[in-house]
């Protein structure tokens, strides 16, 4: 590089710097000046603070805080800890877990040889028990086709077929059993389930599609079936007080009697 372009880039780099040096000067002005503005507003609140300061020992002065006064007299005194009774005991009943309930099967988790060294085991015998409650997992909705019989009977010259219960099975000509049904009704009645869940239940659970219009006919037929049910129980128990409290000939009918009429 020759003497003249070293001086020039020399020139460029003093130039440079000069530039540099007038940009920092301004943006030193520019926080000097910030820095004015925030001592202006420190002073200001400094200002205030000592304002409130002084308004609020005025306000304690008059409302008196911390001095001794009478409490009022809707505030009860405080209850001296040595009064305080000692902790009832649990009940001997009350104070045991869940008991043991009586298994439905039996998992018998067996060891045969050592996991240290691979020797086969002896003399097994049970180490503990622990007991899991738990519900099956969901099966599919039983489907059951009643084929009901027939047969010709030659001296009545007819045919006859086998007479069927279905009062325990099916209601009316429906197609929907009876437990099924009765979950429905249940979770429709007593749980306040709305229509969609309880099809998308019995859908994920038991594999049958049933339509929200079916389920609404459902329950209104359990209904129908639990009124009759409560008339026909209603009717039977008002015989029977009938035929309890008649009257003897000759005796005279008392309050007891006249109590039961319905």
């Known amino acids: 590089m020759s003497l003249e372009e070293r001086v020039q880039a020399l020139q460029d780099l003093v130039n440079r710097l000069r530039q540099e040096v007038a940009q920092l000067g301004e943006e030193n002005e520019g926080l000097r000046q910030e820095n004015e503005v925030l001592r202006q507003e420190n002073e200001v609140l400094r200002r205030e603070n000592e304002a409130l300061r002084q308004e609020n020992e005025r306000l304690v002065e008059q409302l008196g805080v911390g001095q001794s006064r009478q409490p009022p007299s809707f505030v009860k005194a405080n209850r001296p800890k040595g009064e305080r009774g000692q902790r009832r005991k649990r009940a001997a009943k009350d104070n045991h877990g869940r008991r043991r309930m009586a298994p439905t099967r039996y998992e018998v988790h067996e060891i045969e040889t050592c996991p240290e060294c691979g020797e086969r085991l002896t003399q097994g015998s049970c180490y503990y028990r622990r007991e899991v409650i ?43 059993g009876v437990r099924l049904m009765g979950l429905v009704a249940y979770m429709r009645a007593r749980l306040r389930i709305p229509l969609r869940t309880i099809q998308e239940y019995v859908d994920t659970a038991y594999q049958v599609h049933l339509s929200v219009g079916e389920i609404s006919d459902l329950c209104r037929r359990a209904v129908c079936q639990l009124a009759q049910g409560s008339a026909r129980l209603l009717a039977e128990a008002r015989a029977s007080l009938s035929s309890t409290w008649t009257k003897p000939a000759g005796e005279k009918m008392g309050r007891t009697a006249t109590s039961g009429v319905w």
Do not use: F, L, T, Y
Request: a positive charge; aromatic letters at 10%.
């Open 134 to 176: 738990d519900i099956p997992p969901p099966q599919a909705v039983e489907v059951v086709e009643h084929q009901v019989m027939k047969g010709w009977c030659w001296r009545c010259r007819s045919w006859r077929s086998a007479a069927v219960n279905w009062s325990g099975i099916v209601v009316g000509s429906g197609r929907v």
